[in-house]
């Protein structure tokens, strides 16, 4: 059974099929796009325990959002892109778990403020744990979200481990962002794989030359990045081809093959 059908039916299954809450077959949920999210539906979530749970452009509540991870200590990816901050918000507390993914691309009302809380150690419950509840995250996903450098700072400050980042259509993003993704002493110089820029429109051909710092880079997405020249690209890629192979397609996608 696929993730999206198992989840579209989640806890309407009827008892006598043995197979129904079996944890291992129900490792990714797929709600997104739905209408309404109803107490049935929460119910069987909690009784599968995914490791990957899906909520996107959904119109869940920050109280049903708490509940569930209140609910669920061994979730790794949530995804809730399209949902608003006042749902999102429901992760700024101690019972938050240690995700590796998170997805809030194009979430409505998140800015540098409600990604501080997000990130800074919780409140709820101070001095038992000094430390951010996503210092384990490994993908983060901030699509058309409107922030700026202050939210890259918070980043490298407490997510050590990341080594996908998009930032796609973040208007506010400047040359002066990558210079601070890829600066000495930054975590994200040498954890960072994949980074996504495109469509970020202040970018100029200077971007190319702080992200040759970046150690480990497989996948540089530059699409829609009106101010960096396909030249610059392609010589961005001829200084990293001295170890690895890259090669540029679809405009300005820069991605290793080997």
């Known amino acids: 059974m696929s993730a999206s059908n198992g989840g579209s039916c989640c806890g309407c299954r009827p008892p ?7 944890k291992r077959l129900w490792t990714k ?15 069987g979530i909690i009784k599968r325990q995914p490791v990957s749970l899906d909520l996107s452009w959904t119109n869940i509540s920050k109280k049903q959002l708490t509940w569930l991870v209140n609910r ?20 700024s507390t101690s019972s938050c778990p240690l995700l590796r993914t998170l997805d809030l691309r194009w979430a409505v009302g998140i800015k540098d403020p409600q990604i501080r809380d997000l990130l800074t150690p919780p409140a709820d419950k101070p001095g038992q744990d000094n430390r951010s509840k996503l210092r384990n995250m490994t993908d983060f996903r901030l699509a058309g979200l409107d922030i700026t450098d202050a939210t890259l700072r918070l980043i490298i400050r407490h997510m ?19 210079n601070l993704l890829t600066a000495v002493g930054s975590s994200t110089r040498y ?22 710092r970046i150690a480990n880079v497989t996948l540089i997405d530059l699409r829609g990045c009106k101010q960096i020249t396909r030249k610059a690209c392609e010589h961005f890629i001829s200084d990293l081809s001295i170890n690895s192979l890259y090669c540029l397609s679809d405009e300005k996608l820069i991605q290793k093959i080997s």
């Open 16 to 22: 006598s099929a043995p197979w129904c809450c079996d």
């Open 29 to 43: 949920i797929d709600l997104s796009r739905c209408k309404a999210i109803v107490p049935q539906a929460l119910s």
């Open 72 to 91: 669920l200590p061994g979730l790794k990816d949530l995804l809730l892109a399209g949902c608003s901050w006042s749902a999102v918000s429901a992760l």
């Open 160 to 178: 050590p481990l990341l080594s996908r980042l998009d930032l796609s259509h973040c208007s506010h993003l400047t040359d002066q962002s990558s």
């Open 191 to 212: 954890s960072l794989t994949e980074l996504n820029m495109a469509g970020c429109n202040k970018l100029t051909d200077q971007t190319l030359i702080y992200l040759r």
